[in-house]
Protein backbone atom coordinates (compact mmCIF):
# COMPACT_ATOMS: atom_id res chain seq x y z
CA UNK A 1 0.00 0.00 0.00
CA UNK A 2 1.33 3.82 -0.82
CA UNK A 3 0.31 6.77 0.55
CA UNK A 4 2.31 9.67 -0.87
CA UNK A 5 4.06 12.37 1.03
CA UNK A 6 1.27 14.77 -0.18
CA UNK A 7 -1.61 12.94 1.28
CA UNK A 8 0.29 12.10 4.37
CA UNK A 9 0.30 15.96 4.74
CA UNK A 10 -2.77 16.50 4.06
CA UNK A 11 -4.02 14.17 6.50
CA UNK A 12 -2.00 15.15 9.28
CA UNK A 13 -3.55 18.87 8.68
CA UNK A 14 -6.92 18.28 8.21
CA UNK A 15 -6.79 16.39 11.92
CA UNK A 16 -4.53 18.99 13.35
CA UNK A 17 -7.06 21.70 12.23
CA UNK A 18 -10.59 19.74 12.57
CA UNK A 19 -11.65 19.27 8.69
CA UNK A 20 -13.37 16.49 7.50
CA UNK A 21 -11.60 14.37 5.31
CA UNK A 22 -11.62 10.33 3.53
CA UNK A 23 -8.21 8.41 2.02
CA UNK A 24 -9.67 5.24 0.57
CA UNK A 25 -8.81 2.53 -1.92
CA UNK A 26 -10.99 0.00 -2.97
CA UNK A 27 -9.93 -3.79 -3.44
CA UNK A 28 -6.82 -4.48 -5.07
CA UNK A 29 -5.83 -1.02 -5.14
CA UNK A 30 -2.30 0.05 -4.11
CA UNK A 31 -2.51 3.59 -3.37
CA UNK A 32 -4.78 5.78 -1.56
CA UNK A 33 -6.78 8.56 -3.09
CA UNK A 34 -7.73 11.88 -0.79
CA UNK A 35 -10.56 14.38 -0.70
CA UNK A 36 -11.42 16.94 1.89
CA UNK A 37 -14.02 19.28 2.53
CA UNK A 38 -11.71 22.82 3.41
CA UNK A 39 -14.87 22.82 6.34
CA UNK A 40 -17.74 22.77 4.61
CA UNK A 41 -20.72 20.78 5.12
CA UNK A 42 -22.39 21.51 1.88
CA UNK A 43 -21.97 21.12 -2.03
CA UNK A 44 -24.59 21.36 -4.84
CA UNK A 45 -23.63 19.03 -7.41
CA UNK A 46 -20.75 17.93 -5.72
CA UNK A 47 -19.22 14.25 -5.78
CA UNK A 48 -19.32 13.53 -1.57
CA UNK A 49 -18.20 10.66 0.95
CA UNK A 50 -21.09 9.68 3.63
CA UNK A 51 -20.68 7.88 6.69
CA UNK A 52 -23.50 6.81 9.24
CA UNK A 53 -23.19 5.65 12.68
CA UNK A 54 -24.76 2.37 13.96
CA UNK A 55 -28.30 1.81 13.63
CA UNK A 56 -29.30 5.47 12.99
CA UNK A 57 -31.94 6.89 10.25
CA UNK A 58 -30.78 7.55 6.90
CA UNK A 59 -31.64 11.87 8.56
CA UNK A 60 -28.08 11.02 10.82
CA UNK A 61 -26.08 10.93 7.21
CA UNK A 62 -22.70 12.63 7.85
CA UNK A 63 -21.31 14.11 4.44
CA UNK A 64 -18.09 15.36 3.07
CA UNK A 65 -18.24 17.01 -0.02
CA UNK A 66 -15.36 16.65 -2.54
CA UNK A 67 -14.10 20.48 -2.78
CA UNK A 68 -10.26 19.91 -2.31
CA UNK A 69 -7.84 17.06 -3.19
CA UNK A 70 -3.88 16.30 -1.02
CA UNK A 71 -2.56 19.56 -2.99
CA UNK A 72 -5.41 21.64 -2.43
CA UNK A 73 -5.73 20.91 1.11
CA UNK A 74 -2.15 21.46 1.80
CA UNK A 75 -2.43 24.81 0.36
CA UNK A 76 -5.74 26.12 1.89
CA UNK A 77 -4.15 24.43 5.49
CA UNK A 78 -0.81 24.72 5.51
CA UNK A 79 -0.24 27.75 6.95
CA UNK A 80 -3.57 28.38 8.71
CA UNK A 81 -3.19 28.87 12.78
CA UNK A 82 -4.57 25.95 14.68
CA UNK A 83 -8.03 26.12 15.97
CA UNK A 84 -7.72 25.81 19.46
CA UNK A 85 -11.89 26.29 19.53
CA UNK A 86 -12.51 23.32 17.04
CA UNK A 87 -15.81 20.99 18.38
CA UNK A 88 -14.22 18.08 20.35
CA UNK A 89 -14.01 14.53 18.97
CA UNK A 90 -16.45 11.94 20.59
CA UNK A 91 -14.93 9.93 23.38
CA UNK A 92 -13.34 6.57 22.71
CA UNK A 93 -15.25 3.54 25.18
CA UNK A 94 -13.60 1.45 27.89
CA UNK A 95 -12.07 -1.88 26.81
CA UNK A 96 -14.66 -5.16 27.01
CA UNK A 97 -13.25 -7.22 29.36
CA UNK A 98 -13.48 -11.11 29.01
CA UNK A 99 -15.52 -11.72 31.99
CA UNK A 100 -17.88 -8.92 31.18
CA UNK A 101 -18.61 -10.35 27.74
CA UNK A 102 -18.32 -13.87 28.32
CA UNK A 103 -21.45 -13.12 30.54
CA UNK A 104 -23.21 -10.90 28.33
CA UNK A 105 -22.91 -13.47 25.74
CA UNK A 106 -24.34 -16.27 28.13
CA UNK A 107 -27.49 -14.13 28.75
CA UNK A 108 -27.88 -13.69 25.07
CA UNK A 109 -27.89 -17.18 24.31
CA UNK A 110 -30.30 -18.30 26.89
CA UNK A 111 -32.81 -15.83 25.97
CA UNK A 112 -31.93 -16.84 21.99
CA UNK A 113 -32.60 -20.34 23.27
CA UNK A 114 -35.56 -19.62 24.94
CA UNK A 115 -36.81 -17.49 21.33
CA UNK A 116 -34.90 -17.92 18.52
CA UNK A 117 -33.20 -15.76 16.57
CA UNK A 118 -29.71 -14.32 16.33
CA UNK A 119 -28.00 -11.03 18.12
CA UNK A 120 -24.51 -9.93 17.13
CA UNK A 121 -22.59 -9.18 20.15
CA UNK A 122 -19.44 -6.37 19.83
CA UNK A 123 -16.55 -5.99 22.41
CA UNK A 124 -13.67 -2.93 22.52
CA UNK A 125 -10.22 -3.05 22.39
CA UNK A 126 -8.65 0.23 23.82
CA UNK A 127 -5.20 1.04 24.84
CA UNK A 128 -2.49 3.94 24.21
CA UNK A 129 0.51 3.90 22.24
CA UNK A 130 2.86 7.03 22.98
CA UNK A 131 3.73 8.42 19.77
CA UNK A 132 2.19 6.06 17.27
CA UNK A 133 1.83 7.32 13.69
CA UNK A 134 -1.60 6.44 12.47
CA UNK A 135 -0.65 7.16 9.17
CA UNK A 136 1.65 5.01 9.66
CA UNK A 137 -0.54 2.11 11.00
CA UNK A 138 -3.07 2.22 8.55
CA UNK A 139 -0.38 1.92 5.62
CA UNK A 140 0.76 -1.30 7.44
CA UNK A 141 -2.83 -2.57 8.44
CA UNK A 142 -3.85 -1.91 4.98
CA UNK A 143 -1.25 -3.80 3.35
CA UNK A 144 -1.75 -7.06 5.16
CA UNK A 145 -5.76 -7.00 3.71
CA UNK A 146 -5.26 -5.48 0.49
CA UNK A 147 -8.48 -7.63 -0.90
CA UNK A 148 -10.70 -5.07 1.53
CA UNK A 149 -12.59 -1.25 0.94
CA UNK A 150 -9.41 0.82 3.10
CA UNK A 151 -10.72 4.31 4.52
CA UNK A 152 -8.69 6.67 7.16
CA UNK A 153 -11.39 9.32 7.42
CA UNK A 154 -11.94 11.94 10.35
CA UNK A 155 -15.60 14.31 10.74
CA UNK A 156 -15.85 16.04 13.48
CA UNK A 157 -19.50 14.25 14.60
CA UNK A 158 -17.98 10.55 14.22
CA UNK A 159 -14.07 11.35 14.96
CA UNK A 160 -11.24 9.56 13.45
CA UNK A 161 -11.75 5.95 12.34
CA UNK A 162 -9.18 3.36 10.08
CA UNK A 163 -11.01 0.73 8.77
CA UNK A 164 -10.82 -2.14 6.52
CA UNK A 165 -14.05 -3.88 5.74
CA UNK A 166 -14.92 -6.55 3.31
CA UNK A 167 -18.58 -6.03 3.14
CA UNK A 168 -20.12 -4.23 0.49
CA UNK A 169 -23.44 -3.16 1.49
CA UNK A 170 -24.33 -1.53 -2.06
CA UNK A 171 -23.66 -0.42 -5.38
CA UNK A 172 -24.75 1.31 -8.46
CA UNK A 173 -23.32 1.97 -11.99
CA UNK A 174 -25.82 4.16 -13.98
CA UNK A 175 -24.03 3.65 -16.57
CA UNK A 176 -24.14 0.24 -16.86
CA UNK A 177 -27.52 0.07 -15.01
CA UNK A 178 -26.10 -2.45 -12.74
CA UNK A 179 -26.16 -3.37 -8.76
CA UNK A 180 -24.70 -5.56 -6.62
CA UNK A 181 -24.52 -6.46 -2.89
CA UNK A 182 -23.87 -9.37 -0.84
CA UNK A 183 -24.57 -11.45 2.38
CA UNK A 184 -21.47 -12.19 4.00
CA UNK A 185 -22.03 -13.73 7.43
CA UNK A 186 -20.35 -17.31 8.96
CA UNK A 187 -16.92 -16.59 9.86
CA UNK A 188 -14.18 -18.96 10.83
CA UNK A 189 -10.37 -18.70 10.66
CA UNK A 190 -8.90 -20.02 7.38
CA UNK A 191 -7.17 -23.80 7.08
CA UNK A 192 -5.35 -25.92 4.18
CA UNK A 193 -8.21 -28.21 4.02
CA UNK A 194 -11.25 -27.51 2.13
CA UNK A 195 -13.48 -28.24 5.30
CA UNK A 196 -17.61 -28.11 5.13
CA UNK A 197 -18.82 -24.92 7.10
CA UNK A 198 -20.87 -26.18 9.90
CA UNK A 199 -24.43 -26.26 10.80
CA UNK A 200 -24.02 -22.59 13.00
CA UNK A 201 -22.43 -20.67 10.48
CA UNK A 202 -24.65 -22.01 7.65
CA UNK A 203 -28.02 -21.08 9.51
CA UNK A 204 -26.08 -17.37 9.98
CA UNK A 205 -25.54 -16.96 6.29
CA UNK A 206 -29.26 -18.09 5.51
CA UNK A 207 -30.42 -15.76 8.09
CA UNK A 208 -28.89 -12.97 6.41
CA UNK A 209 -29.46 -13.72 2.74
CA UNK A 210 -33.08 -13.95 3.16
CA UNK A 211 -33.20 -11.13 4.85
CA UNK A 212 -31.43 -9.13 1.60
CA UNK A 213 -33.72 -10.74 -0.38
CA UNK A 214 -36.55 -9.37 0.98
CA UNK A 215 -35.57 -6.41 1.21
CA UNK A 216 -34.43 -6.05 -2.83
CA UNK A 217 -38.06 -7.75 -3.34
CA UNK A 218 -39.46 -4.68 -0.77
CA UNK A 219 -37.69 -2.16 -2.81
CA UNK A 220 -39.66 -3.32 -5.88
CA UNK A 221 -36.01 -5.12 -7.58
CA UNK A 222 -35.69 -8.30 -9.44
CA UNK A 223 -32.17 -9.83 -9.06
CA UNK A 224 -30.23 -12.90 -9.30
CA UNK A 225 -28.28 -14.85 -6.48
CA UNK A 226 -25.38 -17.01 -6.33
CA UNK A 227 -23.63 -18.48 -3.68
CA UNK A 228 -22.85 -18.95 -0.79
CA UNK A 229 -19.72 -19.28 -1.05
CA UNK A 230 -15.96 -19.24 0.99
CA UNK A 231 -14.36 -16.00 0.52
CA UNK A 232 -10.83 -15.38 2.72
CA UNK A 233 -10.03 -11.83 4.09
CA UNK A 234 -6.77 -12.10 5.52
CA UNK A 235 -6.37 -14.62 8.31
CA UNK A 236 -10.19 -15.73 8.61
CA UNK A 237 -13.17 -16.61 5.80
CA UNK A 238 -16.77 -16.14 5.42
CA UNK A 239 -19.65 -17.47 3.59
CA UNK A 240 -20.82 -14.74 1.65
CA UNK A 241 -24.03 -15.01 -1.06
CA UNK A 242 -24.05 -12.02 -3.82
CA UNK A 243 -26.98 -10.66 -5.83
CA UNK A 244 -27.01 -9.07 -8.80
CA UNK A 245 -29.77 -6.83 -10.29
CA UNK A 246 -28.97 -5.75 -14.15
CA UNK A 247 -30.96 -3.36 -16.61
CA UNK A 248 -32.26 -1.15 -13.93
CA UNK A 249 -30.86 2.77 -13.77
CA UNK A 250 -31.43 4.21 -9.84
CA UNK A 251 -31.19 7.69 -8.60
CA UNK A 252 -28.98 8.42 -5.26
CA UNK A 253 -32.24 9.06 -3.52
CA UNK A 254 -33.18 5.47 -4.09
CA UNK A 255 -29.70 4.25 -3.78
CA UNK A 256 -29.87 5.62 -0.16
CA UNK A 257 -32.80 4.40 0.52
CA UNK A 258 -32.08 0.82 -0.26
CA UNK A 259 -29.07 1.34 1.55
CA UNK A 260 -30.81 2.22 4.57
CA UNK A 261 -33.02 -0.79 4.26
CA UNK A 262 -30.46 -3.27 4.03
CA UNK A 263 -28.47 -1.56 7.15
CA UNK A 264 -28.37 -3.00 9.50
CA UNK A 265 -28.29 -6.23 8.28
CA UNK A 266 -28.35 -9.72 10.75
CA UNK A 267 -24.96 -9.37 9.70
CA UNK A 268 -24.08 -6.72 12.56
CA UNK A 269 -27.62 -7.11 14.57
CA UNK A 270 -28.95 -10.00 14.13
CA UNK A 271 -32.74 -11.42 13.52
CA UNK A 272 -35.31 -9.97 14.01
CA UNK A 273 -33.73 -6.77 13.80
CA UNK A 274 -35.69 -5.32 16.05
CA UNK A 275 -35.35 -7.97 18.60
CA UNK A 276 -31.78 -8.25 18.31
CA UNK A 277 -31.38 -4.35 18.56
CA UNK A 278 -32.91 -4.39 22.19
CA UNK A 279 -30.50 -7.34 23.22
CA UNK A 280 -27.50 -5.26 21.80
CA UNK A 281 -28.31 -2.07 24.10
CA UNK A 282 -29.15 -4.47 27.05
CA UNK A 283 -26.34 -6.39 26.58
CA UNK A 284 -23.34 -3.99 25.21
CA UNK A 285 -21.62 -1.44 27.35
CA UNK A 286 -20.38 1.04 24.86
CA UNK A 287 -21.49 2.75 22.19
CA UNK A 288 -20.85 1.51 18.76
CA UNK A 289 -20.34 4.83 17.10
CA UNK A 290 -19.71 4.03 13.53
CA UNK A 291 -18.56 0.76 13.80
CA UNK A 292 -21.11 -1.97 11.72
CA UNK A 293 -22.66 1.67 10.28
CA UNK A 294 -22.34 1.86 6.49
CA UNK A 295 -19.94 4.46 4.60
CA UNK A 296 -19.59 5.47 0.77
CA UNK A 297 -19.39 7.76 -2.34
CA UNK A 298 -21.94 9.08 -4.28
CA UNK A 299 -21.07 10.42 -7.24
CA UNK A 300 -22.68 11.01 -10.68
CA UNK A 301 -22.15 7.77 -12.05
CA UNK A 302 -21.37 5.51 -9.24
CA UNK A 303 -23.12 4.98 -5.74
CA UNK A 304 -21.01 2.68 -3.17
CA UNK A 305 -21.64 1.95 0.23
CA UNK A 306 -20.00 -0.40 2.95
CA UNK A 307 -20.31 -2.04 6.52
CA UNK A 308 -17.83 -0.30 8.66
CA UNK A 309 -15.92 -3.83 9.82
CA UNK A 310 -12.67 -4.49 10.96
CA UNK A 311 -11.98 -1.08 12.13
CA UNK A 312 -10.18 1.14 15.05
CA UNK A 313 -11.14 4.59 16.11
CA UNK A 314 -8.28 6.90 17.08
CA UNK A 315 -8.02 10.31 19.10
CA UNK A 316 -4.44 11.13 20.13
CA UNK A 317 -2.75 8.48 21.55
CA UNK A 318 -5.86 6.24 22.28
CA UNK A 319 -7.38 3.76 20.29
CA UNK A 320 -10.29 1.43 20.40
CA UNK A 321 -10.52 -1.50 18.31
CA UNK A 322 -14.44 -2.81 17.75
CA UNK A 323 -15.18 -6.63 16.63
CA UNK A 324 -18.72 -8.28 17.17
CA UNK A 325 -20.04 -12.12 16.14
CA UNK A 326 -23.21 -13.42 15.37
CA UNK A 327 -24.76 -15.48 18.03
CA UNK A 328 -26.98 -18.34 18.25
CA UNK A 329 -28.68 -20.78 20.22
CA UNK A 330 -26.48 -23.28 19.70
CA UNK A 331 -23.17 -20.59 20.23
CA UNK A 332 -20.59 -21.01 22.70
CA UNK A 333 -19.33 -18.00 24.52
CA UNK A 334 -15.69 -18.91 24.46
CA UNK A 335 -15.40 -19.76 20.85
CA UNK A 336 -17.42 -16.03 20.16
CA UNK A 337 -14.67 -14.76 22.03
CA UNK A 338 -11.93 -16.60 19.89
CA UNK A 339 -14.04 -15.47 16.79
CA UNK A 340 -13.47 -11.76 17.77
CA UNK A 341 -9.79 -12.37 18.93
CA UNK A 342 -9.19 -13.91 14.81
CA UNK A 343 -11.02 -11.08 13.87
CA UNK A 344 -9.01 -8.25 15.39
CA UNK A 345 -5.67 -10.16 14.99
CA UNK A 346 -4.12 -7.99 12.38
CA UNK A 347 -4.89 -4.44 13.77
CA UNK A 348 -3.44 -6.18 17.42
CA UNK A 349 -0.54 -7.22 15.41
CA UNK A 350 0.66 -4.04 13.77
CA UNK A 351 -0.28 -2.24 16.91
CA UNK A 352 2.25 -4.38 18.85
CA UNK A 353 5.32 -3.32 16.07
CA UNK A 354 4.58 0.20 17.69
CA UNK A 355 4.32 -0.87 20.85
CA UNK A 356 7.57 -2.58 20.87
CA UNK A 357 9.67 0.49 19.28
Partial sequence: MKISNDIRLAIELCLRHGIAFVAYANPSERRLKFQSSLGETDCDDCDYFFVNTFASPLESLVKIPFLADEQMTIAALDQRPTDICRTPSPSLPSPTCHRQYIESVDNVIAHLKEKGGKTVISRTICGSIPGIDWIEFARQYFSELPLTYRF?????????????????????????????????????????DDKPWDDKNLKEQKIVSDYISECLESNGLNFSKTGPHSSKFGNIEHLCTSFDIFDTVLSAEKCFRITDSLSPT?????????????????????????????????????????????????????YCIYAGGGIMPDSDSSREWLET?????????????????
Fill in 152 to 192: IYYTPATGAWIVATPELLFSHNRSSATSHTVALAGTRVCSA
Fill in 266 to 318: PAVSGYPVDVALKEIREAEKHHRGCYSGYLGFATSNNFMSVVNLRCLQFSGYD
Fill in 341 to 357: ESKTEKARLVLERFSNR
